[in-house]
């Protein structure tokens, strides 16, 4: 027995030694690929020397010496990029390219084929040749930078550049100007939701027995309404009540957006009347997908027209929200309808052509090759008609509206050969004031943007970005899917950028957005008629006229409120008939937790704090009643609403336009009231919380449920492994906060945040130095790095680090100076 037992402690000990040898070995490799960032270094395709000076929160100031032009600035910056992001930036271009399967596998297919089907990167390359020369040398020297640092991770043998391509080991290709322009393309499909919407439209449309409910469920955002549309089935007869919709790719590297999970953000900015010390201000907050790393990177760039700082995506030359000595810059999604699905009918006789306003006409086609890891290649026939490239049912359920005998096309300001987005940020970042900022915007194509400035005397927000020109003729106002062989349906180029919205020195001293509805204009000169909020604008205004000055602080504490409009508005319309009520209950019975809950919320001021529980109460109880309010009308489409519709709730319960129809259970004999259904929703909604979070209410935290979920795209998923790679924290916030933070709406998490302001900036020109801004992660890509998440908790307690252009400053706290010499 003795024995067994020396050779089991043996065999034990051995095991144990081997793995704590595998972990070091491990570690070892992926240490290697961290980058040194204090030390000299020559390297080709400069012109004269660079210094890349680190300060103490890792983000770098970029200098050129004397001699240098803007394009060593540029390949500085292309290398510091290249250091901190090479595995986001590479697998950002695949996605791009559409050669994700290469190294993913079969997981990918279809999300290669959707972006091989749009063509973005060829035209990208096309779009190259387009640039002015300016543009187009920055472009070289930022691709010479990234290349420098691809041949010094060769020939130094640092780790493969990341510790992510040990695991995907494949080669990399040399950074190319086209590569950048894709990546603005790739950002434009990010933040663009008007497909989803044309798509969702006709599904309820097709499914609703009584059409005048449509405006209750999708409703415009308040203002003059529009005319009537005709009904899906006139356009196209013949289609089914209801259809299954092909499932998109489940994928964290998918760039299509579920509906509501396209772009939006906050910007606001004040005259020097309106703001305490006297200078102007501007505060701006991105939402995007949150992930590890985040999308954003800090930069500092030195260029000829003088210093510029802020937000930079890794692969694009430029910073894109930000300021310089003299003016700052913020945007937003601007929600214009940039896109249209066509029907295109297609030749009975011969489906390789499709029915134009002149007869038939045979698609362009090419073939298209798709490389899969361990697998045969397959060959895609890509197809385009006059509208736009031909699209797979499979994107946003086009399948479910797709008649018989049709294929359908997108039309989107995107898909231009003549991109010229990237001048016009390159340009912006040189402005020295507003006038010359709003000329820049007008090379701005896509995506369409909101773009707020404030340099020391003015504050302005001017629409950037290609908005197609309709006729007054078409049929559904491009709110549907139309049909693509009639000639008043198809878009007449772009309209002048003269005709997008622009404010300038507003009277009031303060200007601002929050993908709110900008004006009303009659259709075809309209924006859009779908927008990003009808509920955050109205915090948002309280905010600003509250104070008759205003201060960086007073900017800071606007970005961070968490205070619900949305609550505010629809708690006494769905609780009327329900506040104290009740008669006295038992503790632990149904009827009792109703009352504590009711109790709860009837002292909350509306504030989604992550400490506290009545935001837990109030999100579930929403969510659980609008599912009771469409489940019978929509049936298993009742799934396509995963967030809550606030102006549908508050058309319900106030009963606009006979919208409280809705709470009468079809199926049922009795007929239901609106107060029924609060009453039993909240009961679901406390059954469901006692189940996941127990029956303690006061116990609860929304911020257990609202985590943030900042996920590594691949190894964010492999078991241990994600554990080291993911961050989650605890937010405050919701949907309709200023402070948003939007929840995925799946089960069995639907509150985890997963879209949120990955950057905030506010910036004061009385004391530009005195500006700050923060990340939601850290500038680092490489998980073993104390940059990786050194930013996570300073933004999840609403701090900022430093936005500042001292040079010195930066060099008296740095944590690392590279110097980079010329190297023939």
Excluded at 814 to 823: E, F
Aim: with cysteine; aromatic share 8%.
């Amino acid at each position: 027995m003795g024995l067994l037992f020396r050779w089991l402690m043996r065999l034990a000990a051995t095991l144990i030694l081997m793995m704590v040898l595998g972990a070091g070995l491990v570690y070892f490799l992926a240490s290697q690929s961290l980058p040194d960032y204090d030390k000299d270094i020559a390297l080709p395709g400069l012109s004269a020397p660079v210094e890349i000076v680190r300060d103490n929160a890792n983000v770098p100031h970029i200098f050129g010496s004397f001699g240098a032009s803007d394009e060593d600035v540029f390949y500085g910056l292309g290398y510091a990029h290249a250091q901190d992001r090479l595995w986001q930036m590479t697998v950002l271009r695949r996605t791009v390219q559409g050669r994700l399967s290469e190294v993913f596998g079969t997981r990918t297919v279809e999300v290669d084929s959707l972006l091989r089907r749009l063509d973005l990167y060829r035209l990208a390359q096309q779009s190259v040749n387009q640039l002015d020369a300016g543009t187009k040398a920055a472009l070289i020297s930022y691709s010479a930078g990234i290349n420098a640092r691809l041949g010094e991770i060769n020939d130094q043998a640092l780790g493969r550049g990341a510790p992510e391509m040990f695991l995907f080991n494949t080669p990399i290709a040399p950074w190319q100007p086209a590569d950048s322009i894709a990546l603005m393309k790739l950002l434009a499909l990010k933040q663009s939701g008007q497909i989803q919407n044309e798509v969702l439209r006709a599904r309820v449309s097709l499914m609703l027995d009584d059409l005048s409910r449509l405006p209750d469920i999708l409703p415009d955002a308040p203002g003059t309404g529009m005319t009537a549309l005709p009904e899906y089935t006139e356009l196209f007869p013949g289609l089914r009540r209801y259809a299954e919709a092909t499932e998109m790719p489940k994928t964290a590297l998918s760039p299509f957006q579920a509906r509501g999970l396209a772009g939006a953000s906050n910007v606001w900015a004040a005259s020097p009347h309106r703001s305490a010390s006297g200078g102007t201000l501007l505060a701006n907050d991105p939402h995007m997908e949150l992930s590890a790393p985040t999308v954003w990177y800090l930069a500092r760039l030195e260029l000829a027209t003088g210093g510029v700082i802020g937000a930079t995506m890794p692969g694009i030359p430029a910073i894109m929200a930000g300021r310089s000595e003299n003016m700052g810059w913020g945007t937003t999604a601007s929600y214009a309808d940039d896109q249209d699905i066509f029907m295109e009918k297609l030749n009975p006789n011969n489906h390789q052509e499709y029915l134009t306003p002149n007869g038939y006409k045979r698609f362009k086609s090419r073939p298209s090759i798709i490389e899969i890891k361990n697998q045969k290649p397959i060959t895609l026939v890509l197809r385009w008609s006059e509208n736009g490239p031909i699209m797979p049912g499979s994107l946003h359920g086009l399948s479910t509206v797709t008649p018989p005998g049709h294929v359908a096309s997108l039309a989107w300001s995107a898909l231009s050969p003549d991109d010229s987005s990237m001048t016009a940020a390159i340009n912006l970042m040189r402005s020295q004031n507003v006038q010359e900022a709003i000329v820049a915007g007008e090379q701005y194509i896509a995506p369409s943007q909101n773009l707020v400035l404030a340099d020391r005397n003015s504050i302005a927000l001017k629409t950037v970005g290609a908005i197609p020109q309709r006729t007054a003729q078409n049929q559904n106002q491009g709110r549907l899917p139309n049909q693509g062989w009639r000639r008043e349906n198809r878009w007449n180029g772009r309209a002048p950028y003269a005709a997008n919205p622009q404010f300038i020195d507003p009277r009031g001293g303060i200007l601002g957005n929050t993908n709110n509805k900008l004006l009303q204009r009659p259709f075809p000169h309209h924006v859009s008629f779908d927008w990003g909020d009808t509920q955050r604008v109205h915090r948002w205004r309280k905010l600003m006229q509250t104070r008759q000055v205003h201060t960086r602080d007073s900017f800071i504490e606007a970005q961070l409120d968490s205070v619900s409009y949305t609550a505010r508005t629809l708690l006494p319309l769905i609780g009327a008939d329900l506040w104290f009520t009740s008669s006295a209950a038992l503790d632990g019975s149904p009827e009792r937790q109703r009352q504590i809950a009711l109790r709860l919320l009837s002292e909350w001021n509306g504030e989604m704090n992550e400490h506290m529980p009545e935001p837990l109460i109030y999100a579930a109880w929403v969510r659980a009643l609008q599912k009771r309010l469409i489940i019978d009308e929509l049936g298993p489409l009742a799934g396509e609403f995963k967030h809550i519709e606030p102006l549908f709730i508050e058309r319900v319960y106030r009963n606009v336009d006979g919208a409280a129809a809705w709470c009468d259970v079809r199926q049922s004999s009795p007929i239901e009231t609106c107060a029924d259904l609060a009453k039993l929703a909240l009961d679901d909604a406390l059954v469901w919380i006692s189940d996941k979070y127990g029956p303690t209410l006061e116990a609860l935290r929304w911020g257990d449920a609202h985590q943030a979920t900042q996920d590594h795209e691949i190894l964010g998923e492999v078991p241990l492994l994600r554990f080291f790679v993911n961050i989650r924290q605890s937010t405050s916030g919701g949907d309709n906060t200023l402070q948003r933070g939007l929840s995925s709406g799946e089960d069995p998490n639907p509150f985890q945040n997963v879209h949120a302001a990955g950057y905030r900036g506010v910036y004061d020109f009385s004391d530009p130095d005195s500006s700050v801004f923060i990340t939601s992660t850290g500038q680092s890509g490489h998980f073993l790095s104390r940059y990786y998440d050194d930013m996570a908790q300073l933004w999840r307690r609403g701090e900022y680090i430093p936005m500042s252009l001292d040079a010195d400053l930066a060099r008296a706290a740095a944590v690392g100076v590279t110097r980079i010499q010329p190297r023939q």
